[in-house]
């Protein structure tokens, strides 16, 4: 099964915790603080895979989690890394944020790609020691990971695409030019998926040909099976458009031609302004009959096109074809690369300003970033612990505005995760 566009989420792994430890040896008093440091989470990492021709893996799994950092050790031992997550996608795959439609990167060449990296482990209490605070009893929590939707949409990597309605011939002769083997028949869409096919010419001299499944009119609009798969022609330097010049299925060549040219500039006016060749093909079927070939050569001139003719069937006109391909080729740009347009909106750090109270019956709920920040790194059993915590909740203003709300002594006052009664 052809699967050339799916949606999926990628999540970073968390780093690990810092430890709260002390160093505990014989003979060795006051040892201090010996809590290591968390360790980072894994990074979700795409790779191409030169194996793959299709997104089928992602039709049926769509989350995928990197591994989350381990928490430090004693002795300043630092916790182990989480493992990378790596995803593998065919060669020309784009990636995109799924919420804003950006461009992140194009996976054309080898490199790898860090789509949503591991967040950082978090401090052990060795960081916090002070000459008077001699004995932290809190760290630091990781980091979390990211979370990102994204879409993989397959755009096919091919220097030649072969374009037309169905049935002209196009499988025939990229089958007649390369080693691709298309399906084969006579009755229209044949082909249900892309083929690729490299064309050598001569030494050290090739070209990739896409043979595109058959666009009928309508097709930009979503009719058919070319809506599905224009995008596929997006990155071809050159178009050989193929028309049946016998006429053979009752339809006018000249007519395809300019039905099919619409569709494209319908689907992407760059798409449109792509070099063409226009082939006429299925030649061996007029017989000693020139008139409708250079009733094609003749529009093609006018319209600046360039023009061939021959019957892939009997291999009449092929290498000529093929020879002209590839000076062509010479003279044009190369496959195209989608630069990166995404630029990660960093969140804004949380300041003291960032809580609200609300009342849920007789508790006092207090929230915000800036809360659960604070809440991550305190250790409520720890006195010198909990004295920090009242310090940074006092500057803020969150016990005054507990007492404007008319607080009583001894009422719950949740934070995050903790719930203790509120003392004048």
Request: aromatic letters at 8%; hydrophobic letters at 40%; proline letters at 5%.
């Amino acid at each position: 099964m052809f699967i050339d566009i799916a949606k999926i989420k990628i999540v970073s792994g968390k780093g690990g915790d810092g430890k709260v430890g002390f160093h505990r040896e014989k003979y060795v008093a006051a040892g201090g603080p010996d809590g290591g440091d968390g360790g980072r989470g894994g990074s979700v990492i795409l790779k191409v895979d030169d194996n793959l021709s299709t997104l089928l893996d992602f039709r049926y799994k769509k989350k995928y989690v990197a591994a989350p950092g381990e928490p430090g050790g004693g002795k300043r031992c630092k916790g182990k890394d989480g493992a990378d997550l790596i995803i593998r996608v065919p060669r020309g795959t784009i990636i995109r944020d799924q919420k804003t439609g950006q461009v992140m990167k194009d996976m054309s060449d080898s490199e790898p790609f860090v789509a949503a990296k591991g967040g950082n482990g978090g401090w052990g209490n060795t960081h916090f020691a002070t000459p008077t605070r001699q004995a932290p009893r809190f760290a630091k929590p990781g980091l979390p990971g990211v979370e990102r939707d994204i879409i993989l949409e397959l755009k096919l990597l091919a220097d030649v695409g072969l374009v037309g309605f169905p049935n002209v011939g196009k499988s025939t002769l990229l089958s007649m030019v390369s080693a691709a083997r298309p399906k084969i028949a006579n009755y229209h869409f044949t082909t249900l998926v892309p083929n690729l096919g490299v064309v050598s010419v001569g030494e050290e001299q090739n070209f990739v040909m896409a043979d595109i499944p058959g666009i009928i009119e309508g097709a930009s609009e979503g009719a058919g099976l070319g809506h599905d798969f224009l995008r596929h022609i997006d990155r071809c330097r050159l178009l050989l458009h193929l028309v049946d010049a016998a006429g053979s299925e009752g339809r006018d060549p000249i007519d395809d031609i300019e039905k099919i040219n619409a569709e494209l500039a319908g689907y992407s006016e760059f798409l449109a302004a792509r070099p063409q060749i226009i082939v006429a093909n299925k030649t061996d079927l007029l017989g000693d009959d020139r008139e409708p070939v250079e009733k094609i050569r003749k529009y093609a001139e006018e319209r600046g096109f360039l023009f061939a003719e021959l019957s892939a069937a009997t291999n009449q006109g092929v290498k000529e074809l093929m020879n002209l391909t590839w000076h062509e080729l010479q003279q044009l740009p190369p496959v195209f690369i989608y630069e990166p347009e995404f630029v990660e909106v960093e969140e804004k750090a949380a300041t003291e300003n960032d809580w609200t109270i609300e009342r849920d019956g007789d508790a006092y709920v207090v929230t915000g970033a800036w809360v659960d920040k604070i809440m991550g790194s305190v250790n409520i059993d720890d006195y010198e612990s909990r004295q920090y915590m009242d310090r940074m909740l006092q500057s803020a203003g969150i016990y005054a505005k507990l007492e404007e709300m008319g607080i009583e002594e001894g009422a719950p006052v949740v934070i995050g995760e903790f719930e203790f009664e509120y003392v004048y």
